[in-house]
């Protein structure tokens, strides 16, 4: 909310969502009424109330589909995916509106040349090699999303074990029609065969 009101210089006046317990407590009925938020709830099973959200969310979750399925990744980074559908599909262009969201939140044109395949194997600049002079400059990695508040991209690098270490970097190569095998990300195994 302080978001919109800074950046746009504006105030939320009416918010419509459906009944979910999220939308529904006590503390968020109070934040609103302390704001002066109208709040407007749709009658229980009538998404078309919602028509405008509702499309959006089936269109970022069949985009979200499609991106796990060809990047082969764990369900576990299904956020991620979503992210970057989000990202995304703020810079396409839209039926209902003159231009896209990007361009009409940001008034400026968005820079598409930083597009890259979801999930695709890039090699990161790697500074810490434990080699040291010698040793190899770049790291094999997974992009997984772009950086909220930044010009870059975050990384995780899947071959530090089970845990899941992600970092950000702009200085990458992407191998973008490279993407991992689905059977070496699940069971930890070392993801240098990769699919074609």
């Known amino acids: 909310m302080q978001l919109v009101e800074n950046q746009r210089n504006t105030t939320i006046k009416c918010l419509r969502t459906d009944r979910g317990g999220e939308y529904l407590s006590n503390m968020f009925k109070g934040f609103c009424e302390q704001k002066g938020i109208e709040r407007q709830l749709t009658i ?8 405008v959200v509702e499309r959006k969310n089936r269109t970022l979750l069949d985009m979200v589909r499609s991106m796990m399925a060809q990047a082969n990744l764990d369900m576990s980074y299904w956020g991620d995916a979503l992210l970057t559908a989000a990202y995304v599909l703020n810079r396409m262009p839209s039926k209902s509106v003159s231009s896209t969201p990007y361009e009409l ?6 820079n598409l040349s930083n597009l890259r395949p ?4 890039a090699y990161v600049h790697n500074t810490k090699s434990e080699f040291g002079k ?4 770049g790291k094999k990695c997974v992009f997984l999303r772009y950086c909220e508040h930044s010009k870059g991209y975050v990384f995780a690098d899947l071959e530090e074990g089970s845990k899941r270490a992600e ?9 973008e029609n490279e ?9 930890g195994v070392s ?3 990769m699919s074609e």
Do not use: H, M
């Not at 010698?134 to 400059?137: A, D, E």
């Not at 993407?179 to 069971?187: G, M």
């Open 44 to 51: 229980p099973n009538t998404p078309q109330q919602n028509g």
């Open 105 to 110: 939140w940001t008034q400026r044109k968005p």
């Open 118 to 121: 979801w999930g695709c194997v």
């Open 134 to 137: 010698l040793g190899p400059k």
């Open 167 to 175: 970092f950000d970097s702009r200085d990458a190569i992407f191998l």
């Open 179 to 187: 993407f991992l095998r689905k059977e070496n990300v699940t069971t």
């Open 191 to 193: 993801f240098y065969e």
